[in-house]
C-alpha cells in the first residue's frame, strides 16, 4: 500500500485522486469486496489515506489492462 509519486502528469494523478476520493466517500453504503477493502482501511489509516492507496490501486488495474491487453475480471 504505497502511495502515488509526484512523477508523470499532475492533471492525470489529480483525476485519480478525485475519482478515488468519489469511490472511498460512496463505498460506506456498499458491501462489496472492494468496499470492504476501502472501508477498512478508512478505519485504520483515515480518510486521505484510504483515497491514495485506492488511486494507486485502480492505476496498477489500469496499468495491467493496458498492458496485457486484457479485459479487466473482478475476482
Known amino acids: ?4 509519486s509526484k512523477r508523470g502528469d499532475r492533471y492525470l494523478r489529480s483525476l485519480l485522486i478525485h475519482g478515488a476520493r468519489a469511490a472511498v466517500i460512496q463505498a460506506v453504503h456498499k458491501e462489496d469486496a472492494l ?20 488511486a494507486n490501486k485502480l492505476t496498477r488495474i489500469g496499468w ?12
Do not use: D, E, H, P
Open 35 to 54: 468496499s470492504c477493502w476501502i472501508n477498512r482501511i478508512r478505519a485504520t489509516r483515515g480518510f486521505n489515506k484510504a483515497v491514495v492507496v485506492l
Open 1 to 4: 500500500m504505497l502511495g502515488i
Open 64 to 75: 495491467a489492462v493496458l498492458a496485457n491487453n486484457t479485459v479487466y475480471q473482478a475476482r
